[in-house]
C-alpha cells in the first residue's frame, strides 16, 4: 500500500465490521493507518449491541481498571485493518 494513499476505513477483524472514519472512543485518536493494522479493545452494551472501539493504548488502561467481572466480558481486543479508497465491501 501507498504510504500517502488515504485511509476511508477499518475493518474490524473479529467483528467482521467496517469502520468509517473511526477513531479511539476515549482519546479520540484515529486508529493506525499501517498496513499491519493494530490492536483495538472492543466494548459492546445494551440489547443493541452498541459498540464502543477503542485504541491499544486507552484499551489497556480501561482493561486494567474493570474490577467486575461481569463487566469484563463486555470487553474483547481485536485488529483494525485500514482499508484503502476503493477496497470497501459494498
Known amino acids: 500500500m501507498e504510504p500517502n494513499t488515504e485511509v476511508s476505513s ?6 467482521v465490521e ?9 482519546c479520540g485518536r484515529g486508529f493506525s493507518s499501517d498496513p ?3 490492536k483495538a479493545l472492543v466494548l459492546t452494551l445494551g440489547n443493541s449491541e452498541r ?13 486494567s481498571r474493570v474490577e467486575s467481572e461481569d463487566a469484563r466480558k ?8 485500514p482499508l484503502r479508497n ?5
Open 74 to 81: 463486555r470487553y474483547l481486543w481485536d485488529w483494525t485493518v
Open 36 to 38: 499491519i493494522g493494530e
Open 51 to 63: 459498540t464502543y472501539f477503542f485504541c491499544s493504548s486507552c484499551g489497556d488502561n480501561i482493561v
Open 86 to 90: 476503493g477496497h470497501r465491501p459494498h
Open 10 to 15: 477499518y475493518l474490524v477483524v473479529n467483528r
Open 18 to 26: 467496517v469502520l468509517d472514519h473511526a477513531g479511539c472512543s476515549a
